[in-house]
């Protein structure tokens, strides 16, 4: 009987072990999702990093000087200087 026990036993930790590699917590296919997923997140920090990176400079050109301003206002608001003729020339 014991014989028979110890191989018996041995084969089951293997078939449980098995089960958990491809259908557990931590199988093959689980992880393989994971990553695709931390793939995708590592390629959304990544564009989020360059936009701070983009707004970054962009504040600190409107502290350190006005040309910055000046740009802005002439083309989001359409300002221009004294003695100065605006033209819009449409294509």
């Known amino acids: 009987m ?16 098995h089960g958990q590699l ?5 199988s093959v296919p689980n992880v ?5 997923a931390l793939d995708v997140q590592k390629q959304k920090n990544a564009q989020a990093s360059l936009a701070n990176d983009r707004l970054s400079a962009e504040i600190r050109d409107l502290k350190e000087g006005l040309e910055i301003v000046e740009e802005k206002a002439r083309s989001e608001l359409g300002m221009v200087k004294n003695n100065e003729i605006f033209v819009q020339i449409a294509r």
């Open 32 to 36: 393989s999702k994971l990553q695709s």
């Open 2 to 17: 014991s014989k028979r026990l110890v191989p018996l036993l041995l084969i089951a930790l293997l078939l449980i072990l």
């Open 22 to 26: 491809w259908f557990g917590r931590g």
